[in-house]
């Protein structure tokens, strides 16, 4: 199957400072890459959704500014948590679309932010 | 807002005991998909059904989709320990928007 990495999988940050996390999908082009967040034992949330070339759509009480999100390329996408706060101490994963199926999607390993 | 609802939220048998897991969404969903998730690992896709009423196997594995497109159901036949997992089923919605909106999930532990 098709294969998406992450970088970091692991960053812990000071409260205020900003980190940016990288998707990439390493043997496709996904065109559309998504972002989710998963607090402890529970379900992925689905943060924004990237779009290669033009602005991602955030779901709603997912603040743009706060979670800054950019897909340059077809194989990278970004996203740079701004001012971060404990709070904002989680999973975040990334999943991309392979064009050549229609649905399905493969996720990366995942990043756990820990902001102090 | 859509919602995808998972029963049961824990689930523990004995090994070789069967499973199962139902999902159900708020609103119709144009394909519904069932994601596997090892402890401390990312969710794996394990397959997708589209037509109403779709039945789809994998091994020990049954996959259903209700006839209304709003539900659908995991089934394991005679659990085993690599069956350990949190299992997800995600739908996508009728809007286009071709994003995931994935259920509570249901963590599944073996007892050997």
């Known amino acids: 199957g098709a294969v998406v990495s992450q970088h970091p999988s692991r960053v812990i940050c000071k409260s205020g400072t900003s980190v940016k996390i990288e998707c990439r999908s390493l043997?496709?082009?996904?065109?559309?890459m998504f972002w989710y967040r998963q607090f402890p034992k529970k379900s992925l949330m689905l943060m924004a959704t990237?779009?290669?070339?033009?602005?991602?759509?955030?779901e709603q009480g997912v603040e743009k500014d706060k979670f800054l999100i950019n897909h340059a390329s077809l194989t990278l996408s970004t996203l740079t948590v701004t001012s971060a706060h404990p709070e904002d101490s989680s999973f975040y994963i990334c999943?991309?679309?392979?064009?050549?199926?229609?649905?399905?999607?493969?996720f990366g390993p995942g990043t756990r932010l820990t902001v102090t | 807002g859509q919602q995808v609802m998972q029963i049961p939220q824990y689930q523990h048998v004995q090994e070789g005991e069967d499973f199962t897991t139902y999902c159900n969404s708020s609103t119709t969903l144009s394909n519904i998909q069932w994601y596997k998730q090892r402890p401390g690992g990312h969710p794996v896709f394990l397959i997708q059904l589209v037509k109403s009423g779709e039945v789809k196997k994998q091994k020990r594995l049954t996959f259903q989709f209700g006839e209304a497109k709003k539900n659908s159901s995991l089934h394991i036949t005679a659990t085993q320990t690599t069956d350990v997992g949190t299992y997800f089923c995600?739908?996508?919605?009728?809007?286009?928007?071709?994003?995931?909106?994935f259920g509570t999930g249901t963590r599944l532990t073996v007892i050997p």
């Open positions: 999943s991309a679309r392979d064009p050549r199926w229609a649905y399905e999607q493969y």
């Open positions: 043997d496709f082009q996904a065109t559309t």
């Open positions: 990237s779009n290669e070339g033009s602005k991602a759509t955030y």
């Open positions: 995600a739908g996508d919605s009728l809007t286009g928007a071709n994003n995931l909106f």
